[in-house]
């Protein structure tokens, strides 16, 4: 890379470090406090019916060894039981727990919706990453009891839930998809042809949350070939309309294909070998149209995303990540994301 490229790569990284800070959130649920919490693990803990009255309380947050655990490393588990409003339900809500040292699985009402670092054997801490999970509207109940539980694992030193302001949050003038998309993704380093086919089996592939860089997963020496694949069902009530995939930004380079037709491809010059020359690939909006001809209307969809990353971070990395209606495409306004004085800059990344 020359000089110059280079000079205009640390301005473009400085630049998109701002815009993720210029985000605006709005906590609906404060849930820093007292929650319930013990040693050791059990995936059972996970249900909503499991029996905690019998567990310790601990202060979230806060490191375990603060709380009377001094010393301990290894498995622990916490739950708390939360209430939100029907109208929260409809924004686009997110859990976002700071940090958690070093690795975490965490579940609503049973449902994992994030993951973040590696569990022994493969251990991998990810305890730098900040817990942002988006929460599926469709597993909370409305002005009911819902319940978390997140597994912990520490390798060394600290553990737990230890910094952050703990809530639920809605992210304000997020666009939201028609149909949203983000949440836990199907993974596999490599690259192979039929992992783009629609009847492949991917039941024994890695889990990674979408949108995020691979690294925070275990991947971080990965500058190469990995692929996600995701299941989708679209409801009959959209076959009348042009749909757009929209798939966020992604680091470096990506072919999509949506049951095994590939619907879009950004950066595909560069894809032969050693050949290539990044330039801004890794700022560009993926939006790729849906040619209804290939959708199977209420039944089980695959869309899978072969992803080539030359440097630094990889993966499916910003959101918003779905399927959307072409007239609700041309109503959303990513640059509401940033600051006034940044939206000429987002909008020239944001081009067709």
């Known amino acids: ?5 280079y000079f205009l790569f640390i301005i473009i990284l400085i630049l998109t470090t701002q ?42 947050p806060s490191p375990w060894e603060d709380e009377g655990f001094p010393g301990y490393d290894g498995y622990a588990w916490y739950r708390v039981k939360f209430q939100i409003d029907k109208e929260d339900i409809k924004k686009n ?28 054997p493969h251990y991998y801490s990810a305890y730098s990453k900040e817990r942002t999970y988006r929460i599926p509207t469709h597993i909370l109940y409305a002005d009911q009891e819902n319940i978390i539980s997140i597994r912990v694992y520490d ?3 600290r553990g737990g839930i230890v910094t952050g302001k703990t809530g ?23 690259d192979k042809n039929h992992w783009k086919d629609f009847g492949y089996d991917d039941d024994d592939w ?8 691979w690294e925070g997963f275990g991947f971080k020496d990965l500058d190469d070939y990995a692929w996600y694949r995701t299941d989708v069902v679209i409801p009959e009530e959209y076959r009348d309309e042009n749909l757009i995939l929209f798939l966020g930004q ?18 595909t010059k560069h894809w ?34 072969r992803v080539w990353d030359g440097r630094l971070d990889g993966g499916i990395y910003t959101g918003p990540i779905g399927i959307v209606t072409e007239k609700n495409l041309r109503n959303w306004k990513i640059e509401d994301h940033v600051e006034e004085h940044k939206k000429g800059i987002f909008e020239i990344w944001f081009r067709d």
């Open 19 to 60: 815009l993720t800070a210029g985000e605006k959130w709005n906590r609906i649920v404060d849930l820093r406090g007292q929650w319930k919490f013990s040693l050791g693990d059990d995936m059972k803990w996970a249900d909503t019916d499991h029996n905690d009255d019998e567990w310790k309380t601990i202060f979230v």
């Open 1 to 5: 890379m020359g000089k110059m490229k």
């Open 250 to 267: 992604i680091d470096d380079l990506d072919q999509t294909f949506f049951n095994g037709v590939l619907v879009g491809e950004t950066g």
């Open 272 to 305: 032969q070998g050693k050949d290539f020359e990044l330039v801004n690939e890794w700022l560009l909006w993926r939006k790729y149209n849906l040619d209804s001809d290939i959708i199977r209307y209420d039944e089980k969809n695959v869309i899978a995303v």
């Open 206 to 213: 890695y889990k990674v949350m979408v949108p995020a860089f």
């Open 93 to 120: 809500i997110y859990l976002r727990l700071w940090q958690i040292d070093d690795v975490d699985q965490v579940f609503i009402n049973g449902h994992l919706i994030g993951i973040s670092g590696s569990f022994p």
């Open 155 to 157: 390798g060394h030193q």
């Open 168 to 190: 639920i949050y809605e992210k304000v003038n997020e666009p939201r998809p028609d149909i949203p998309l983000e949440g836990l993704w199907k993974f596999m380093p490599g």
